[in-house]
């Protein structure tokens, strides 16, 4: 650890992650599940950034709250995966702008509840958020789909299914809060192990959210070459998919690739 004092974020090297690729201008790391991605209530110095501030505080220091201290998009709490986290200002700036591009994408796998209708598709509903708590100090944001809302797109597959749910890769085009979470769950396909979303047979289905971030791309913000990051299946995830009797395969091709990119809407959280 640094001896550096000055940090705002409290190092703690007891917060483990894992390290899928590093460069001078960025870190794509994996979160575990259960670790929140940054300080919040309840969660001061036990996150993944109060990790990272461990190992690269004086970096992320020179980034400054401006700029996040590095951090381009979150994950929730219970969702582990890949994350993109820039070590230098420009190297920050130039992957702000492909997010706000839409350019970087994004892939999910999902182990459900229940199988959508259409092997493959596009979900389009806007989504909205509210305070979900009735007590104001300890108010849960929760996401709901809403014609008012702002709007959303989800672009999914299903891998392999079962008499009992399927395994779903998504691939969510603009960046909403829990987005994935909700478009599943409108389509039939809550998330086991969801706490706020789908029905209560699901909640207690499994330990933790059977939700994963396994793979990146996007353009290096210096050098313009593809970086596509990939990840193993996590053990919990790949137990519950034996359970189900659900096929753990990685296919090759995208998801959605004539589904072209436009500019996102300001103000999203980039947060799944």
Not at 19 to 47: C, F, N, S, W, Y
Request: aromatic content about 6%; proline content about 7%.
């Amino acid at each position: 650890m640094s001896s550096n004092q000055n940090f705002t974020i409290e190092p703690n090297e007891s917060v483990t992650f894992g390290l899928r690729h590093e460069d001078d201008d960025l870190l794509v790391i994996e979160k575990p599940a259960r670790v929140p991605t940054q300080p919040g209530k309840g969660h001061q110095d036990d996150t993944l950034l109060n990790g990272l501030f461990a190992r690269y505080g004086a970096k992320l220091q020179n980034l400054g709250k401006a700029r996040d201290f590095g951090l381009l998009h979150r994950l929730d709490r219970d969702t582990s995966g890949l994350l993109i986290v820039a070590l230098r200002p420009a190297a920050y700036d130039a992957l702000r702008e492909q997010f706000h591009a839409r350019t970087i994408r994004k892939y999910y796998w999902a182990i459900c509840s229940g199988a959508p209708g259409d092997e493959r598709g596009v979900i389009k509903m806007s989504v909205t958020e509210t305070d979900g708590g009735h007590e104001k100090s300890n108010r849960q944001k929760l996401a709901h789909i809403s014609r008012t809302g702002k709007p959303a797109v989800t672009a999914y597959r299903v891998l392999d299914k079962c008499e009992h749910g399927c395994l779903i890769e998504a691939r969510p085009i603009t960046g909403r809060l829990h987005q994935v979470r909700v478009h599943l769950d409108a389509i039939g396909c809550a998330i086991l192990g969801d706490k706020f979303y789908g029905p209560k047979r699901t909640r207690g289905a499994a330990a933790r959210l059977m939700l994963h971030s396994h793979r990146l791309v996007f353009a290096h913000p210096s050098t313009g070459a593809t970086i596509d990051v990939r990840t193993a299946w996590p053990r919990d995830m790949k137990r519950m998919l034996g359970h189900m009797g659900l096929s753990a395969k990685k296919p090759k091709s995208d998801p959605v690739p004539d589904l072209a990119p436009g500019p996102a809407p300001e103000g999203a959280p980039d947060q799944a």
